[in-house]
């Protein structure tokens, strides 16, 4: 994946957490395609994953990052559709993108 590519997929999603990925990722931060060799994970797999972490950030009285509960809806909503995992980190935030399996947009974005 290219850099173009990432931000064409991110500018598709009008998130706050989406905005502010491509506006970090505009500005030079590095980015990575997690599962570039591997198979994309099932959406169902990663929001029983990332629903458990926020439930749990929840109840021990921790402040979940930006947009993870959004992203938990987005990846419950996308079912059993195929993603792909992204990250951009830039020196003030770190964040971790999920992509259609065509990598054509982003189905959930936190950070």
Same mark, same amino acid.
């Given at each position: +994946?290219?850099?173009?590519?990432?931000?064409?997929?991110?500018?598709?999603?009008?998130?706050?957490?989406?905005?502010? &990925?491509?506006?970090?990722? *505009?500005? %030079?931060?590095?980015?990575?395609?997690?599962?570039? %060799?591997? /198979? &994309?994970?099932?959406?169902?797999?990663?929001?029983?994953?990332?629903?458990? *972490?926020? /439930? #749990? +950030?929840?109840?021990?009285?921790? #402040?979940?990052?930006? %947009?993870?509960?959004?992203?938990?809806?987005?990846? /419950?909503?996308?079912?059993?559709?195929?993603?792909?995992?992204?990250?951009?980190?830039?020196?003030? *935030?770190?964040?971790?993108?999920?992509? &259609?399996?065509?990598? #054509?947009?982003?189905?959930?974005? +936190?950070?």
């Amino acid at each position: +994946m290219i850099r173009s590519d990432l931000e064409f997929a991110l500018a598709l999603d009008d998130s706050p957490s989406a905005r502010a &990925a491509l506006l970090a990722l *505009r500005a %030079g931060a590095a980015f990575e395609l997690l599962s570039e %060799g591997h /198979q &994309a994970a099932s959406a169902q797999q990663l929001w029983d994953i990332w629903a458990f *972490r926020h /439930q #749990t +950030m929840l109840d021990t009285d921790v #402040t979940p990052r930006p %947009g993870l509960a959004e992203a938990v809806g987005k990846l /419950q909503a996308a079912g059993t559709s195929l993603v792909h995992l992204a990250k951009i980190t830039s020196s003030q *935030r770190r964040f971790v993108i999920f992509l &259609a399996e065509d990598l #054509t947009h982003c189905i959930a974005c +936190m950070g």
